[in-house]
């Protein structure tokens, strides 16, 4: 069986399901790969969806040797035989594990931008991937959710090898999988697209899940929680989900302006993401303390978003960016800036070079300008070129880019980030390599 993308497949295994819609179930999704397959699930059993994050407890100098694993809520799972063989010493056993740990906290607080974790206790679990090949993170994940006390625990994949299967097997209540072909190898030969998923696009599905939104937000409510995901906006400042109108289309976005605001600042997310990005909302709270205002919008509907031809749309994602900068402009008259990741640097820069609105400055994050082809020349916004020291291919492009641009500008490389910045301080540094570039060109 082979399957066009993670959607194909995820719709395909929802009808292999759907014998545990009365049992209310919840659906676990797999980071990253597992996500946008659990969540057409989710979506067609009327279920809520979360993240199931678990770490592997690596042997020291054989981490690929898994002795146990952990998952939220102190959940540990351990081998004492392979502890034993492999001769691991308590304090080393501490030691990874509170690695680990810290890693499961920071990766979690990510993908929910502030979420309650669902409580498994009592209920129908589904753990889905993208596909198995070893097993070993689906039994560590399998483990952690029979540990929450969960009533019925279910693996669900499109695809997984027939040894994994039948191991698998001892861990959970039920396995549903699509294809299990005698010769495999790897998940994503039986793919046509097995593309990377992003961590914003993990972020954007668990946002917009079936129920999840609302129980997250009712959570909220009864605890006494705030409903926002940022702060920063500090006293008097106001933050507010907005629609914006970008001709004709309504986009959902979130404006966040302190008080006195002398400037906003627009993110344009790259492909596969959306306004829910973790980090261009990491960078965002580091624009409102410096009295910067933000507009994180998406630049797609969710219809449009199904059509993955879209999102490398440049010509589409500029002029909603340019008809976003004359809706901000018309709302609160102070200077305009654009921030802009992926194939979203090269919208901010198109719009820019387009007859319009003025665009005070522009910074890209690990972006694809050179997208934006020969509009480069006609930039006239002071543009800030940001890219990770390890991500070369993107600063080959960025440097071609730069040469092709008129306007002041600047390349910046952050020493040993790659692509998303996920290096400790590494995307701290985009933060603040932004905020300085926005505040001199923007701000009075």
């Known amino acids: 069986m082979l399957f066009t993308d993670r959607t194909d497949a995820g719709r395909r295994l929802a009808a292999a399901l759907r014998h545990l819609g009365g049992r209310d179930p919840l659906v676990l999704g797999l980071p990253r790969g597992g996500v946008p397959v659990a969540y057409e699930v989710a979506e067609s059993l009327g279920a809520p969806l979360d993240v199931i994050v678990v770490r592997k ?4 100098h054989h981490p690929e040797l898994g002795f146990g694993a952990i998952g939220e809520g102190g959940v540990r799972v351990i081998s004492d035989e392979i502890v034993r063989h492999a001769g691991v ?3 080393d056993l501490v030691s990874v594990e509170r690695a680990e740990e810290r890693e499961l906290v920071r990766r979690a607080a990510a993908y ?3 979420r309650p974790r669902l409580p498994l206790k009592g ?21 952690v959710v029979r540990a929450q006390d969960a009533a019925h625990v279910v693996l669900a994949v499109p695809v997984a090898s027939p040894d994994a299967v039948a191991r698998l097997r001892e861990d959970v209540d039920e396995v549903v999988c699509l294809s299990t072909p005698s010769l495999f190898s790897a998940v994503g030969e039986w793919y046509r697209d097995f593309s990377q998923t992003s961590d914003e696009e993990v972020v954007a599905l668990l946002a917009r899940a079936p129920r999840g939104r609302d129980d997250a937000a009712q959570a909220g409510m009864e605890t006494g929680a705030p409903n926002a995901t940022r702060v920063g906006t500090g006293a008097g400042g106001t933050e507010e989900q907005v629609e914006v109108d970008a001709g004709g289309v309504p986009l959902a976005g979130d404006l966040a302006l302190p008080a006195g605001a002398g400037a906003v600042v627009v993110f344009a997310h790259g492909s596969g993401s959306s306004r829910h990005s973790p980090r261009n909302r990491s960078v965002a709270t580091v624009l409102n303390r410096a009295g910067l205002g933000t507009l994180l919008f998406d630049l797609l509907t969710p219809g449009e978003e199904v059509f993955r031809a879209n999102v490398f749309d440049i010509d589409l994602l500029a002029g ?3 008809d976003t900068t004359r809706w901000v402009r018309d709302r609160v008259s102070v200077p305009v800036g654009t921030f802009g990741a992926s194939t979203g640097a090269a919208a901010a820069l198109r719009a820019a070079a387009a007859p319009g609105p003025e665009v005070g400055a522009v910074v890209s994050r690990g972006g694809r300008p050179d997208l934006a082809g020969a509009d480069l020349s006609g930039v006239r916004a002071p543009t ?5 020291g390890d991500d070369t291919t993107v600063i080959d492009l960025n440097r071609q880019a730069q040469a092709a641009l008129r306007c002041e500008n600047r390349l910046e490389i ?9 290096e400790a301080g590494a995307l701290d540094r985009v933060a603040e390599l932004a905020r300085d570039w926005f505040t001199a060109h923007l701000l009075p």
Do not use: M, N, S
Not at 123 to 137: I, M, W
């Open 112 to 114: 929910r931008e502030g």
């Open 57 to 60: 407890l690596g042997v020291p």
């Open 384 to 388: 800030l070129l940001i890219v990770g």
């Open 414 to 422: 952050v020493p040993g980030a790659t692509h998303l910045f996920e």
């Open 123 to 143: 209920r129908a679990v589904v753990v889905v991937d993208d596909g198995v090949a070893t097993g070993a993170t689906a039994r560590a994940a399998c483990q």
């Open 89 to 91: 010493r308590e304090k």
């Open 320 to 322: 909603r960016l340019a």
